[in-house]
């Protein structure tokens, strides 16, 4: 099963820390990844994590890294993007 992890600041995150999710900072990320047996999940909002790094580690750990990138000019709220996180995990988050 895929450890999930995410990085960013705001009502999100503390729901995901909640839900039993890691939140970390991004300086974090790489040793998550280097040191991981499975699948990494990242949930993240592009801006604690910038593109750049998610590039820069899809590269470096291939299909060990997954990135969830929730865009905030979307005006995600903790609801909507609880349903994208289960969505695109294809798992169900405790409420």
Do not use: N, W
Not at 13 to 29: N, P, W
Not at 36 to 61: F, H, M, N, Q, R
């Amino acid at each position: 099963m895929a450890e999930i992890v995410a990085c960013g600041k705001s009502g999100l995150y503390d729901f995901l820390s909640f839900s039993g999710i890691r939140v970390v900072e991004a300086e974090e990320i790489d040793h998550i990844l280097a040191s991981a047996t499975d699948t990494v999940v990242l949930v993240t909002d592009g801006i604690s994590c910038s593109t750049e790094l998610i590039s820069d580690l899809e590269e470096k750990y291939g299909t060990k890294f997954v990135p969830v990138v929730l865009d905030p000019k979307q005006g995600v709220d903790v609801s909507s993007a609880r349903r994208f996180v289960e969505r695109a995990l294809g798992v169900k988050l405790d409420r």
